[in-house]
């Protein structure tokens, strides 16, 4: 158990002496996140959206397929990126590979299926509610789209925050394609996996502190941002 | 409320403002346990200074060290296994090996040394002390270039190891100090990871000294007729570096503990490989 | 304007797999008084609303206004028996129709403001709609259907389960939305209801019209022994 209270402690110094390295790690892990989730629900969302409103055939194999895919392996989807971002694979002249660019690419893939997923339900819901009126008003399919999105924008959100609690704490995709490379693609969770395997645990559950403290921080700052406290219903 | 839009400008512009300028970046893939070792600490930031190169370390096994040079997605590495850097030269992935410096492995076990370890003299009695007294022993198994050097030590005596006390968790170095730390096992390690390894609990070196466990690293260039976009004339710049009087300084008076990790040894150009 | 009535259903047939469920029914809505529609549970009373509206599938027979369908949409509105609300604010409700058809902000709000205040719900124009009661729930549908000015407003049961005071409020509602030209074609449940407010009849069984016409007539003296029944309180099957 002294470990953990030396966690506790090393997280502590390490915030109130504002670490350069931890500063540098720790906005280099929110660019990652922030950016992949933003991507994610811009792409998710629509799609979660349309298969809402739209009635076709193979409609249920999706949605089935888009729950299945939000269980992705990370190391599979890094697997994945790194054969097609590698200088021997088809998008190798980008020189992409061991960029943050990669790990955000590697996260999109991991955040949209759930982003989808997560939206697809509340919109569901929504839709059986909402049918027989958008139906009576004539509404068009557009129009539908953006009548759902607005009023269910709250569970987009927590679906959208869903995506970014499973992408902050990511490790094996991103360990892939960024490298883990020192002040270039070094995030929170790649930092605490070379801590543990240097056997410094103090300083890994430091930064596992810190990580968990950030991804309940800008939950809780979203919420409030968004007013759905105080309007006492998420 | 602020836009996404706005977020997501903000974050890329973030994230490509500290992005450098790909000319003066060398990327090398080098092996956990010369990363663990701390002297990438102590060496990348005096090439920074002394060439203007930005070397940037992609730390994983040696398998997979040299799957990224044969990807061209590394511009050298940095590795110890003699046979393998033998097969990437001699199919072309790399244009030379050049010797840098070596250490040893040592064999750290419980303290209490249930089979006797440390009255061995040799690396023969060592092993089979373990292997006869059926003691724990955690093995690597991630054909890393650590695990490749401790099956070739025990195919050396002729021990087959199998069984319940020989344990091959396919971890990397720290996470397999970790699980012989929490077992109370003996493993087979790098010198370096074991002085800057922090959860040593009862563990301690048993064995070392053997000539059989010295461990040559070597830097091999990747072949710039096979990956046009590496950066060779970086690559060359480091590799100048490493080998310089200044450079070979540097690893052999680097310490942990009071105690020197590296012998520097590198000579000409080794290209008859 | 242009008159989108009369409505004429020629054997329009709706079916719910595979079995019918509504007619054939041949039957011509016209302009002028409120048609009820009646009928015991079961009888198809709301699908006939739907099809009439265009919202249950014909699975054959037509059902025609005296202009082109797209046109005649735009000037008929439906109340469902429980109303379906948008998880908006009550102004934003009445609204909703208003900016589907491209009015502006301010030209929105200010008609459906006094949508609501026809309806007496101005006051609560800043609430949640789901945070209103049963009564001003229905009200607050009957605003946003009569925001657009339609020409024929459909309601189904708009005042089942709700108490004395909303039935005698909304029923005033209806009369006025009559007087400013609004045809209303309804199904009820309450007999007294239907007395108060229809001056024609459609009285439905087993999917089919069994008895039609004035409700004068229909009142004092129905044709068929089924409607007699009805008109009694007696189960009709």
Redesign the interface.
């Known amino acids: 158990m002294s470990e953990f209270w030396e966690g506790i402690s090393s997280a502590f110094w390490l915030i109130i002496t504002l670490d350069a390295d931890l500063v540098d790690i720790t906005i280099r892990s929110l660019q990652v996140t922030v950016t992949a989730v933003v991507i994610g629900a811009a792409l998710g969302i629509p799609l979660a959206a349309w298969l809402t409103v739209n009635r076709f055939r193979y409609r249920r194999t999706t949605v089935a397929i888009l729950n299945a895919l939000m269980g992705l392996p990370p190391v599979v989807v890094g697997l994945i990126v790194y054969l097609l971002l590698s200088r021997s694979g088809p998008f190798g002249v980008f020189g992409l590979l061991f960029t943050p660019t990669a790990m955000i690419i590697a996260q999109v893939i991991i955040v949209t299926p759930l982003i989808a997923s997560v939206a697809h339900q509340a919109l569901r819901d929504l839709w059986a509610d909402y049918h027989d009126l958008l139906i009576s008003l004539n509404t068009t399919r557009w129009q539908r789209i953006k009548t759902l999105a607005w009023d269910a924008r709250r569970s987009l959100l927590t679906a959208t925050l869903a995506g970014f609690g499973r992408a902050i704490g990511e490790i094996g995709a991103i360990m892939i394609v960024g490298g883990n490379i020192d002040h270039v693609t070094r995030v929170l969770t790649t930092a605490i996996a070379l801590e543990t395997s240097k056997g410094n645990f103090a300083l890994a559950l430091g930064l596992g502190f810190i990580l968990i403290g950030m991804a309940i921080a800008i939950n809780i700052a979203i919420h409030w941002v968004s007013g759905t406290e105080r309007r006492g219903r998420w | ?2 836009r ?1 839009s706005t ?2 400008a903000l ?2 512009t ?2 490509y403002a ?3 300028s ?1 000319e003066s970046v060398v ?1 090398m893939a080098v092996t ?1 346990s010369f990363h ?1 070792s701390g002297l990438s600490d102590v060496l ?1 930031p005096l090439i920074g200074e002394d060439t203007g190169i930005e070397v ?4 994983v096994g040696t398998g997979q060290a040299l799957r990224l040079g ?4 590394v511009d050298a590495v940095l590795v110890h296994s003699r046979a393998a850097e033998d097969k990437f030269v001699a199919a072309g992935f790399g244009t030379h090996r050049r010797e840098i410096m070596y250490n040893d492995f040592v064999i750290v076990g419980p303290s209490t040394d249930p089979a006797g370890v440390l009255a061995a003299e040799v690396i023969e009695t060592a092993l089979s002390g373990i292997s006869t007294s059926k003691s724990v022993f955690v093995s690597r198994g991630d054909d890393s270039g650590t695990h490749k050097r401790e099956l070739s030590l025990w195919s050396k005596i002729g021990v087959d190891v199998s069984g319940s006390w020989y344990r091959e968790l396919g971890s ?4 397999t ?2 699980t012989a ?1 929490a077992m109370n096992a003996y493993t087979l390690t790098d010198r370096a990871s074991w002085l ?5 609990r009862e563990l301690r070196i048993v064995f070392e000294g053997d000539p059989e466990l010295f461990n040559q690293y070597v830097f091999i260039p990747v072949n710039p007729d096979r ?1 046009p ?1 590496v950066n060779s004339d970086g690559v060359r710049l480091v590799e100048e570096w490493l080998v310089s009087a200044k450079g070979q300084t540097t690893i052999g008076s680097y310490m942990i503990d009071g105690q020197t990790l590296f012998v520097p040894n590198a000579q000409g150009n080794d290209s008859s490989d | 304007m242009v008159d989108i009535l009369p409505l004429t259903l020629s054997k329009a047939e709706v079916r719910r797999a595979g079995k019918p469920i509504l007619g054939p029914i041949d039957l011509a809505i016209t302009t002028g008084g409120a048609t009820m529609v009646l009928g015991p549970n079961g009888a198809g009373k709301t699908t006939f609303l739907k099809a009439c509206h265009g919202i249950a599938r014909l699975a054959s027979g037509g059902s025609d206004w005296a202009v082109e369908r797209s046109e005649a949409e735009l000037h008929q509105s439906y109340v469902f028996q429980s109303p379906i609300l948008l998880r908006r604010r009550v102004l934003a409700n009445v609204m909703y129709p208003l900016k589907l058809r491209g009015y502006s902000r301010s030209d929105a709000a200010d008609q459906a403001l006094s949508a609501l205040t026809n309806v007496g719900l101005a006051d609560a124009k800043d609430q949640m709609a789901h945070d209103l009661s049963g009564g001003e729930k229905q009200k607050l549908a009957i605003a946003r259907a009569l925001v657009t000015k339609p020409q024929v407003l459909f309601l189904d049961e708009p005042t089942a389960s709700l108490d004395g005071r909303s039935k005698r409020e909304i029923e005033a509602i209806l009369i006025a939305a009559q007087r400013d030209g609004t045809k209303l074609i309804m199904t009820t449940h309450d007999l007294g209801q239907a007395r108060r407010l229809a001056h024609h009849v459609v009285f439905l069984m087993h999917g089919k019209i069994h008895e039609e016409g004035l409700s004068e007539t229909f009142f004092a003296g129905p044709k068929t022994e089924a409607a007699q029944a009805f008109l009694k309180g007696d189960i009709v099957e």
């Open positions: 409320m602020i996404p977020i997501l974050a890329f973030l994230i500290t992005a450098v790909a990327r956990t663990n990348v940037q370390l992609i730390v044969e990807a061209g997605d990397g170095m720290g996470a100090l970790n730390s800057n390894f922090g959860n040593k990956h976009h």
